[in-house]
Antibody, heavy 120, light 107 residues
Framework: QVQLQESGPGLVKPSQTLSLTCTVSGGSISSGSYYWSWIRQPAGKGLEWIGRIYTSGSTNYNPSLKSRVTISVDTSKNQFSLKLSSVTAADTAVYYC????????????WGQGTMVTVSS | DIQMTQSPSSLSASVGDRVTITCQASQDISNYLNWYQQKPGKAPKLLIYDASNLETGVPSRFSGSGSGTDFTFTISSLQPEDIATYYCQQYDNLPRTFGQGTKVEIK
């Protein structure tokens, strides 16, 4: 059974770069059947799709964040990562990694989420 | 971006009640719509894909319908374990976008 697990610092200073990693277990990130996404949720608010990566390394980003986001993949470690630069308090949120199944174009597996707070 | 608007934002119903949530897209998205359930402190869980297809293992009291711009999500008989926030999500285009959520509570 495929599982996703986010990891990374829970506290980031304003203007710095937020870095998170999602480790995929129970399956290969190199499968051509999935995209791998990052989604975030500020406390008490809705879900915002940040961007995604395919096993080939091809990426798509939300235009609202595109200038600050980089998503990369490390197939040797079965991981994909998020970098969000120049963070502010508005970037404080729970960050989820999720798998988008190409067969149904739905986020069928999610990590448990990791809380990231931007504060000095 | 395609805007997704859910209504109501919250609702309170009794156990056994039929619960209906609507989701409206800002443009025609065919049937390219999914529904998720999110319980407090947990990640969202896929319930319905392609507007009306039940994900494996999801109880049959959950259902979805609609196409174009107007969609409906229904719980035929509300159970205590259904207390959660429900989100619609379109996949017609990038960026993927979600509705603002509907919080379901027990009366």
């Amino acid at each position: 059974q495929v599982q996703l697990q986010e990891s990374g610092p829970g506290l980031v200073k304003p203007s710095q770069t937020l870095s998170l990693t999602c480790t995929v277990s129970g399956g290969s990130i190199s499968s051509g059947s999935y995209y791998w996404s990052w989604i975030r949720q500020p406390a008490g608010k809705g879900l915002e799709w940040i961007g995604r990566i395919y096993t080939s390394g091809s990426t798509n980003y939300n235009p609202s964040l595109k200038s600050r986001v980089t998503i990369s993949v490390d197939t040797s470690k079965n991981q994909f990562s998020l970098k969000l630069s120049s963070v502010t308090a508005a970037d404080t949120a729970v960050y989820y990694c999720a798998r988008e199944d190409i067969a149904v174009w739905a986020f069928d597996i999610w990590g448990q989420g990791t809380m990231v707070t931007v504060s000095s | 971006d395609i805007q997704m608007t859910q209504s109501p934002s919250s609702l309170s119903a009794s156990v056994g009640d039929r619960v209906t949530i609507t989701c409206q897209a800002s443009q025609d998205i065919s049937n390219y719509l999914n529904w998720y359930q999110q319980k407090p402190g947990k990640a969202p869980k896929l319930l319905i894909y392609d507007a009306s297809n039940l994900e494996t293992g999801v109880p049959s009291r959950f259902s979805g319908s609609g196409s174009g711009t107007d969609f409906t999500f229904t719980i035929s008989s509300l159970q205590p374990e259904d207390i959660a926030t429900y989100y619609c999500q379109q996949y017609d285009n990038l960026p993927r976008t979600f509705g603002q959520g509907t919080k379901v509570e027990i009366k």
